[in-house]
Nanobody, 126 residues
């Protein structure tokens, strides 16, 4: 079992920055990959970024590449999402997810992940 708790969301003006955190507990954090997804009202959940168990590999959606950075601190059991140059279209509920089952389907796919946090709201005003 893995428990995930996100924090750091809020309201920010376009062009601003936020850093999301996701604290994990349960299984050994350094043994599984982590991802961030987001869901805007009326839209499907979409991939944002993912990071391997070691932090040595990172992956990004084209829409956030160059603006967002995913990182992890295995000593603190926490994964982060640094979001810069935010745009109104980044407004969504952001979820972190843990891939402990390692299906190998792809870290950009929601069904690859077996544990999810409750989400944190990010609102970017224009």
């Amino acid at each position: 079992q893995v428990q995930l708790v996100e924090s750091g969301g809020g309201l920010v003006q376009a062009g601003g920055s936020l850093r999301l955190s996701c604290a994990a507990s349960g299984r050994t954090f350094s043994s599984y990959a982590m991802g961030w997804f987001r869901q805007a009202p009326g839209k499907e959940r979409e991939f944002v970024a993912a990071i391997s168990w070691s932090g040595g590999s990172t992956y990004y959606a084209d829409s956030v590449k160059g603006r967002f950075t995913i990182s992890r601190d295995n000593a603190k059991n926490t994964v982060y999402l640094q979001m810069n140059s935010l745009k109104p279209e980044d407004t969504a509920v952001y979820y972190c997810a843990a891939d402990t089952q390692t299906l190998g389907a792809g870290l950009d796919l929601p069904y690859e992940y077996d544990y999810w946090g409750q989400g944190t709201q990010v609102t970017v005003s224009s």
